[in-house]
């Protein structure tokens, strides 16, 4: 886990669920997190990328992670399933 540099977050109400990559593009870790467990963990997360879909509540969370050192990468909805595939 500590050799994460692109972290994907999708989106829900109540959780959040984490895929972490190395620099390969292979998948080092999925997570499953609350909202104030998602705070704490990139607090303590060495800097990384986190991509994640842009949508009107999310621009406070991307504020707040970029706080921490990480570099945020906002995708447009229309864009979201090109980047997974």
Known sequence: MDNATLIGIDLGKHTFHLHGQDSKGKAVFRKKLSRKQLIEFFSIFHACTIVMEACAGLHYMARKLATFGHM???????FVRPFVK
């Open 72 to 78: 945020v990468n906002l995708i447009s909805p229309q």
